[in-house]
């Protein structure tokens, strides 16, 4: 049985940035999910209703989650954006999801519980942006529903760091995340030579890939306010380099979109360079640079394109 809790806000939804976060995203429910695996449902929801008024602690996303609800306190008419609780738990197993909320003080009032079910079908009926969770399948399913969404990594393989920033900063890869993997498939296909041609003669920007929708969102918050004011900072840390670093440059001029920094590494590795932006998350399509990122920075997997089939 499924239920889904709406708040009666009479705020334009159009006009939010809306994210949707999956429970074990949000907190660490490693324990409780060995539970389910080793012992069952059954031995999962009573472990879940005997342990309801425990407060959970935060998972990999929290303090992601805490900074993207700080942005509404810049605004005195109405909420920015919203986090929304999309969660495979049933309302009862749930209660403890929805008590830690509550304890931690999160401004989360929406929440969908699938019972067991994929959430995935509702990030559209929610008007979500991003969608951030534990399960590359959901995951999967929320991109084919043309939804940005990316597979957050387990607390056990990273450090659950808070920023040393009030500012809300973001890291992308550019081809398959914000942009199509068109591209890399010629650079897979007929190599770095090949790539580089069809760059430097392309006379058209690059297609928009799965995040494209997102960064546009977040661009008309910053839009909101003067550059030295604004609580997002975006940056653009990509493999690529001249020349085909002009073809990037150019795709976002004619998209009108900002990105704040760009990096062009030419094959370095992203992760000390996503330390120093000091990135809340970082996206990316190849498990190879998350599985180096995720060291010490928040990173999602972005499940598409060719290095994902």
């Given at each position: 049985m499924e239920f889904i809790f709406f708040s009666r806000s009479m705020v334009n939804r159009k006009s939010k940035l809306i994210i949707g976060i999956s429970s074990r995203a949000l907190f660490d429910l490693d324990k409780s999910h060995e539970i389910y695996k080793n012992e069952g449902l059954k031995s999962y929801q009573s472990y879940q209703v005997e342990n309801e008024n425990k407060t959970l602690k935060p998972g990999e996303a929290f303090y992601l989650v805490k900074k993207i609800l700080k942005i509404n306190e810049l605004y005195n008419d109405a909420d920015r954006v919203e986090v929304i609780l999309l969660s495979r738990n049933t309302s009862d197993t749930g209660l403890r999801i929805r008590n830690s909320i509550e304890d931690h003080k999160l401004n989360i009032n929406r929440a969908a519980f699938c019972g067991g079910?994929?959430?995935?079908r509702y990030v559209k009926d929610f008007g979500v942006h991003l969608f951030l969770s534990s399960s590359i399948d959901d995951v999967k399913l929320a991109i084919k529903s043309n939804v940005a969404a990316a597979t957050i990594l387990s607390r056990k393989l990273t450090k659950n760091k808070k920023s040393s920033s009030d500012q809300l900063k973001i890291a992308f890869d550019g081809d398959a995340v914000i942009f199509s993997d068109d591209s890399e498939k010629i650079y897979q296909k007929d190599g770095l030579k090949a790539f580089i041609k069809n760059e430097v003669n392309s006379t058209t920007p690059l297609k928009e890939g799965p995040f494209k929708s997102f960064l546009v969102q977040l661009n008309n918050i910053q839009n909101d306010f003067e550059i030295n004011e604004c609580p997002i900072r975006t940056a653009l840390v990509t493999a690529r380099s001249a020349p085909s670093d002009r073809r990037v440059i150019k795709t976002l001029r004619e998209w009108g979109v900002r990105i704040d920094e760009s990096l062009f590494l030419?094959?370095?590795?992203?992760?000390?360079?996503?330390?120093?932006?000091?990135?809340?998350?970082?996206?990316?399509?190849?498990?190879?640079?998350?599985?180096?990122?995720?060291?010490?920075?928040t990173s999602g997997h972005v499940p598409y394109g060719i290095k994902n089939n």
């Open positions: 079910e994929s959430p995935h030419g094959g370095l590795s992203k992760n000390k360079f996503l330390e120093s932006f000091d990135a809340d998350i970082f996206f990316d399509d190849q498990k190879k640079h998350i599985m180096s990122a995720v060291k010490n920075t």
